[in-house]
């Protein structure tokens, strides 16, 4: 993927606990919202610099997303229900959850 794609269709589909998306480039998928979570970009869950991640507390199977807030053109900011709302999720990284080698193909 040389250029960015860009999302045409996000969908987060709570009866599957997922988050569908389509991308310009025809190409789609999706991703449960564990995942999603667990994935968060946040430097609570990457950790800050280059050392290790710290612990953390494990993702309930159950989580949902109570909702999605856009942050300009390039991101949104997911807001779960544990609670966990930092990090931003840059169109290149829920590209890769949805429809990389770790997605689950719609």
């Given at each position: 993927?040389?250029?960015?794609?860009?999302?045409?269709?996000?969908?987060?589909?709570?009866?599957?606990?997922?988050?569908?998306?389509?991308?310009?480039?025809?190409?789609?998928?999706?991703v449960?919202?564990?995942?999603?979570?667990?994935?968060?970009?946040?430097?609570?869950?990457r950790?800050?610099?280059?050392?290790?991640?710290?612990?953390?507390?494990?993702?309930?199977?159950?989580?949902?997303?109570?909702?999605?807030?856009?942050?300009?053109?390039?991101?949104?900011?997911?807001?779960?229900?544990?609670?966990?709302d930092?990090?931003?999720?840059?169109?290149?990284?829920?590209?890769?959850?949805?429809?990389?080698?770790?997605?689950?193909?719609?």
């Amino acid at each position: 993927m040389s250029a960015m794609a860009w999302p045409l269709k996000l969908v987060f589909r709570k009866s599957d606990g997922a988050l569908y998306a389509e991308f310009d480039d025809g190409k789609s998928g999706s991703v449960s919202y564990k995942r999603l979570r667990e994935q968060s970009p946040s430097a609570a869950v990457r950790g800050h610099g280059s050392g290790p991640p710290p612990p953390q507390a494990p993702v309930p199977d159950d989580i949902s997303v109570l909702r999605a807030d856009p942050v300009g053109r390039y991101a949104l900011r997911i807001v779960f229900s544990d609670g966990h709302d930092s990090g931003l999720y840059n169109w290149d990284l829920i590209r890769k959850l949805t429809v990389g080698d770790e997605a689950v193909t719609a």
